[in-house]
């Protein structure tokens, strides 16, 4: 069965730590995509990356940088967190030239940044 | 800039009737759509989609009608089922762009037993 695996499924940050949110898929995808999802305002793109070492500013990038050092792995970091910045965060992944067939969903992180 | 819009934050059916969950696009590079269906503490999971070059897909249940000219698509769940109630959203693709699907903002289905 493929997977996408996000490391924590919940989290209590403080003002201002530094956060790493870890996400690891077993299906070789090219693609990999960090969502977060907001009551009433969907699952909105972070940063995506088509390859290891590549990167991509999605539609809400401030205050989030992401690494990608090895194909299966692609973190997500909030650099200084804060409470706007409590949400939920959806790591996705696919296949090249496959998106348009939908994407593969690990369970989410419920982050709570108090 | 919400390029997919779902305007029903909510819905609900009673048992064995029609669900029809609605979406809205404004950019009309959008080429491809899809329908996720997400329970509380799980990921997104791709339900259905449609291609721009057709109007209509029917799997099982699930049915999405796409109406380019009107920028707007629907799915259909008939006959509704209790393990129905979830978040749905909408996404939506162009072919030719950069892999990104944008999703809207969703729509939590009730099923009413």
């Known amino acids: 069965d493929v997977k996408v695996t996000q490391s924590s499924r919940y989290l209590v940050k403080r003002t201002g730590e530094k956060v790493f949110l870890e996400c690891v898929q077993d299906m070789d995808h090219e693609n990999m995509f960090w969502y977060r999802q907001d009551p009433g305002l969907g699952l909105r793109l972070i940063y995506f990356s088509y390859d290891v070492k590549m990167k991509e500013k999605g539609d809400i990038p401030e205050g989030y940088s992401v690494s990608r050092e090895k194909k299966e792995r692609f973190s997500l970091i909030l650099e200084s967190a804060s409470t706007n910045q409590t949400s939920m965060y959806l790591c996705a992944s696919s296949s090249r030239g496959t998106a348009i067939y939908g994407y593969t969903f690990g369970s989410g992180t419920r982050l709570t940044v108090v | ?113």
């Open chain 2, 1 to 113: 800039d919400q390029q997919v819009k779902q305007n029903s934050p909510s819905l609900s059916v009673q048992e064995g009737r029609i669900s029809i969950l609605n979406c809205d696009y404004t950019n009309s590079m959008f080429d491809y759509f899809l329908w996720y269906k997400k329970y509380p503490a799980e990921g997104p999971t791709f339900l259905i989609s449609i291609s721009s070059i057709k109007d209509k897909n029917e799997d099982g249940r699930f049915t999405v009608f796409l109406n380019k000219s009107a920028k707007h698509l629907s799915l259909h769940i008939v006959p509704s089922q209790p393990g129905d109630s979830a978040v749905y959203f909408c996404a939506a693709s162009a072919v030719f762009g950069n892999e990104k699907l944008t999703f809207g903002t969703g729509t939590r289905l009730t099923i009413i037993p």
